[in-house]
């Protein structure tokens, strides 16, 4: 894959895109939550990561996937071509279900990449998958919105384009995501059309692809070679897509298909268990841990066998559930640890890791979302996580994107941000000069080192209220999700969109326009 700087500013129209980042614009978004026309680069993690498992463990979690691969197996369901691939590739095929030889997946995975780029239209909107590398993605999937009058309701494709909006103009949020809310105002046939459109329209980051048919996932490709040509499309990466497996052990045939067309056309796959653990594995983390090794190594090896070297990550969606109701739950202490096992299981296969997120089960922006959702986001941090995929706007279990939630999400991507640049070791950070300065018995409030330093010191939330109690009362008595609500209704009117080629646009629309003339509206 190219990294070659010409390479990508030519592909991009030699544009550069407003809002850089770097200079005094990235320093004051750095230290708060940011604002509008800010942006921060992908996260270089400086801190170290946290592990719960010693090599006894890892390697007792990886004897069991290798039996489970050979003895139980997996099922590619309705798809010939797959089934044929792992037949010729060495594998044992029994009607659906493959048996892999112990070490088949691992051999095929080493063309894999550890690290690649995603590339955006506008190259100063690349990001690194991999290595040392955190990208924050918004919220994936949901049917409904809860608005900013307070409604509960189907997502349109308004709201699509909102969230697309509010991530372009969040600093720390580094990726556009995919479908960041399912516009069910428009056919099922035709809306991937438009959710990928509006990513390319109205933001300039990186971005996902369709994968709810195989023929979807080629209309994203098609597209994506309209705006950086068919070349460097085949030979870089410029989409990045989620393959969910059908847990326990089960590839479908919509997801496989998705994930061959992105594989030959070199578009990475997050190859991700979805995983309710008592539901869709076992109840334990080591059993989860094992089917989520065992699913990732199936799916993604599968990958190499449709073009050796696509990239892929090792996705994991893990989720626990209330043994009384059923229900998801979130934020709580297994799936966390699932989390930071799988991600030094997927270090050891030296692959891009995905989880986590700010995932809650509340149904508003309240107290049990914001613990839940800051729950789930230490851990992703902690556990050295490439792509975040839920960084800002879920709830509700992932039923609903809320504009309320994203604002006070992307307030707590920023902080970890911060927290992950980790301790300033120069000299300015020493801060030897204001120790002697100041002695024993004074203050530090105004010293040399103070004054040169209090603006970009400490992280300023734009959501926390920290004024007095009078003052509080004087403005309002706001509460957060109040404060977040203001806070969208201003960004939403003061955006402006990236700059796009209106050649590449009118492509675009007329290969929309084609498509869309081309089959009758299906909303099933």
């Not at 659906?96 to 995975?109: A, D, I, N, Q, T």
């Not at 061959?260 to 334990?284: D, E, W």
């Not at 893990?318 to 799988?342: D, H, K, N, R, W």
């Not at 941000?417 to 105004?446: C, T, W």
Request: glycine share 8%.
């Amino acid at each position: 894959m190219s990294d070659n700087a010409a390479v990508e500013q030519e592909a991009s129209g030699g544009r550069r895109g407003r809002g850089a980042s770097g200079g005094a614009a990235a320093r004051r978004a750095a230290r708060s939550g940011g604002g509008p026309g800010t942006q921060l680069t992908y996260i270089k993690r400086k801190i170290n990561v946290y592990e719960v498992l010693n090599e006894e463990g890892l390697a007792l979690i990886e004897k069991n996937t290798d039996t489970v691969l050979e003895e139980i197996g997996i099922i590619f369901r309705d798809d010939a071509e797959a089934l044929a691939l792992w037949k010729e590739a060495g594998a044992d095929v029994k009607g659906e279900r493959v048996h892999f030889p112990k070490g088949l997946c691992r051999s095929l995975l080493k063309t894999a990449p550890s690290i690649y780029t995603q590339h955006a239209r506008n190259p100063e909107r690349s990001v690194q998958i991999g290595g040392n590398a955190t990208v924050f993605a918004p919220v994936y999937g949901p049917p409904f919105v809860r608005d900013l009058d307070g409604n509960r309701r189907y997502a349109t494709i308004e709201d699509f384009q909102n969230f697309v909006k509010l991530a372009y103009m969040a600093p720390s949020i580094h990726h556009s995501g995919g479908t960041v809310c399912e516009p069910v105002d428009v056919p099922v046939n035709k809306r991937h059309l438009d959710m990928v459109y509006s990513h390319i329209k109205y933001s300039d980051k990186p971005f996902m692809g369709s994968v709810t048919a195989p023929e979807r996932a080629e209309d994203t490709v098609a597209m994506a070679k309209l705006v950086f040509g068919d070349d460097f499309v085949e030979n870089n990466t410029v989409l990045t897509s989620l393959i969910n497996a059908n847990s326990p052990m089960v590839f479908d045939e919509t997801m496989l298909g998705a994930l061959k067309v992105y594989s030959r056309h070199n578009q990475a796959c997050i190859v991700t268990p979805f995983i309710l653990a008592g539901a869709m594995s076992p109840v334990t983390v080591a059993g989860t841990l094992t089917q989520v090794l065992a699913e990732v190594l199936a799916g993604a090896s599968f990958t190499q066998l449709i073009r050796p070297g696509a990239p892929v990550l090792f996705g994991t969606f893990a989720s626990s559930i209330s043994m009384q109701s059923g229900a998801p739950t979130f934020g709580t202490p297994e799936p966390s640890l699932v989390s930071y096992g799988a991600a030094q299981l997927a270090r050891r296969l030296g692959l891009p890791f995905r989880t986590g997120g700010s995932l809650c089960a509340s149904k508003v922006p309240d107290a049990q979302a914001a613990y839940e959702s800051a729950n789930t986001l230490n851990s992703t941090i902690l556990a050295g996580t490439n792509f975040v995929l839920h960084s800002a706007g879920w709830l509700e279990g992932g039923l609903a994107s809320c504009y309320e939630k994203f604002m006070m999400d992307i307030d707590q991507l920023g902080m970890q941000q911060k927290f992950a640049e980790g301790v300033d070791l120069s000299e300015n950070g020493q801060a030897m000069d204001a120790i002697r300065q100041v002695g024993p018995g004074s203050h530090y409030l105004g010293c040399d080192h103070t004054q040169a330093n209090f603006q970009t010191a400490f992280y300023r939330s734009n959501i926390a209220d920290n004024n007095s109690y009078e003052q509080w009362l004087a403005e309002g008595e706001k509460t957060a999700p109040q404060r977040a609500n203001e806070l969208a209704r201003r960004w939403l009117e003061s955006y402006e969109a990236p700059h796009l080629d209106p050649a590449i646009d009118e492509a675009l629309k007329d290969f929309i326009a084609r498509k869309k003339g081309s089959m009758p509206d299906a909303f099933t």
